[in-house]
């Protein structure tokens, strides 16, 4: 089986490493980062944390030398998307392509230029501290299923889980996708941007009251957007916020929105609140509040121009 | 006559410059800015910019200073004006203690600790430059009224209004002084934290479809909150926000509340959006996007501790 990491940051260099430790699995990474692919090329990539692994596989920032792959498992951030797939989907023509992307529209960015799409989900995380290592910071599971408008088999889908699962990054195929991927996603639109937009940590956005409930009316948009999708959440995204807040769990964690904010790059606000108000619209559910917060991060972004 | 200015700041010491240009007034500075006081009795007050002025006038930080005042002036930070007033009240038990702060529910403050208030809005605008020497960069109209709870005739406050009028500060006295100071709060709580919040000048802020839309969400609040009360605004916010918006009058003005969020200080938001939903729950009129704004920018506030 040979697999394609699309996307070789933090996320994708997770999937690529630890996948490049199976023997019958041969990985590819492509990337635009020429001084990770030359790390990788050279010393294979290395992650440290969480996990200790070193991967073994083929990297490069010239589409027109990937091979046809089986898989392809998309992880740029959202925003970057488009264009890597338009580079890439040669290399997928009988292949599938999943997504592990944050927020939600990632799915049908990619179908507009591969045939077999498969809805994914993941909760590990990490930072990339130098050219061909990454820090493995969480562990968590990833979920992959049908994409609802051109559906996989579930069993087609099994090997790409199988293999992450044998790996070390357990991962399951499933008949919806969509619950945990909507949990995420309101999670993430309800607590990143609130960081981004304040400085706190998610601990101390947590025991502010006001912010608080703040938090709770963009979780409740999000469940209604997803309910009028007929997506049933298979856990309550205020109980992981909670949980999150905890000082053993994230308390002191900068969201990833507010280190972009703080470093001046560009936002996946398009894909958490931006999209939660996007279906929204097409479902005509309003989400006044995912709207407000959608404007004031698009402002700070325009704001460093 | 003898007028209190309390709190010379930037706006107090424009009324206070003024007023004693006037032959017929005694006009004493109370404020607690040492170096401020000192210089303000060596040199007098200095007025540069839209005006050149030079004031004599008698000034302390020391309450018990001050002689019976027939009137008084708060120009404080909103936050300030409890701890002032409470200062400072002895001295205007046989007088009448006006407001010219930003925001609403000020004359509530004063009400606490003094018999007679007036209420007020105004629209110059300055900064202090130097110990004794405020920059008077925007000129503009000032309203007085009762204050409804314990209302003064109009006639007890016309005094106070001539003096200002008479000393180049153009000022009314009217019956109802509340559509102005509505009509203020609605502009400058729609407009400002979404300046402070993204970093954009005012103009910025305008000519973003969505901001400029969620400032409409915002002074849509407002209005309700006025109509609740029987106010009818005297003018449109939205029509003095477009105005505004224009290159030749303050496209790039950064909003106060961003200044004082570039510079760590506390802001007036209490006042101004949490003034409103303060307002809104008493009448029973909902406020989503206030609250929204108001604990975003406590949040920022908190963020610096």
């Not at 797939?85 to 591969?114: R, S, Y």
């Not at 050219?131 to 599971?141: I, L, R, S």
């Amino acid at each position: 089986m040979r697999v394609c990491v699309v996307g070789c940051g933090a996320v994708g260099s997770l999937f690529a490493a630890n996948l490049a430790t199976l023997g019958d699995v041969e990985v590819w990474a492509f990337d635009l980062d020429k001084s990770h692919v030359t790390a990788i090329k050279k010393n294979g990539l290395q992650l440290i944390g969480a996990g200790e692994v070193l991967g073994r596989l083929e990297a490069t920032s010239d589409p027109d030398a990937l091979p046809p792959c089986d898989f392809g498992i998309v992880a740029t951030k959202a925003m970057h998307a488009a264009a890597a797939i338009e580079a890439t989907a040669h290399a997928f023509a009988d292949g599938a392509v999943a997504t592990v992307m944050n927020g939600v529209g990632n799915e049908e960015t990619l179908a507009a230029h591969v045939e077999r799409v498969i809805r994914g989900t993941t909760f590990p995380a990490g930072k990339l501290v130098a050219p061909g290592v990454v820090q493995w910071d969480v562990k968590g599971e990833t979920t992959f299923g049908p994409f609802e408008p051109r559906p996989l088999e579930v069993a087609a889908i099994e090997p790409l889980a199988d293999a992450c699962t044998r790996a070390g990054m357990p991962a399951s195929a499933v008949a919806d996708a969509r619950p945990g991927q909507w949990r995420k996603v309101i999670f993430n639109a309800a607590t990143n941007p609130i960081g981004a937009l304040t400085g706190l940590t998610h601990g101390r956005v947590c025991e502010r009251a006001d912010l608080r409930s703040l938090v709770t009316g963009l979780v409740d948009e999000g469940k209604a957007v997803a309910a009028a999708q007929g997506i049933e959440l298979d856990t309550d995204p205020e109980a992981l916020i909670d949980h999150a807040a905890r000082p053993d769990v994230a308390y002191g964690h900068k969201a990833s929105m507010l280190q972009d904010v703080e470093s001046g790059r560009p936002t996946e606000i398009d894909y958490l609140n931006g999209g939660i108000a996007r279906f929204g619209r097409e479902l005509g559910v309003p989400t006044p509040l995912h709207d407000t917060i959608t404007a004031l991060i698009k402002g700070v972004e325009a704001s460093w121009q």
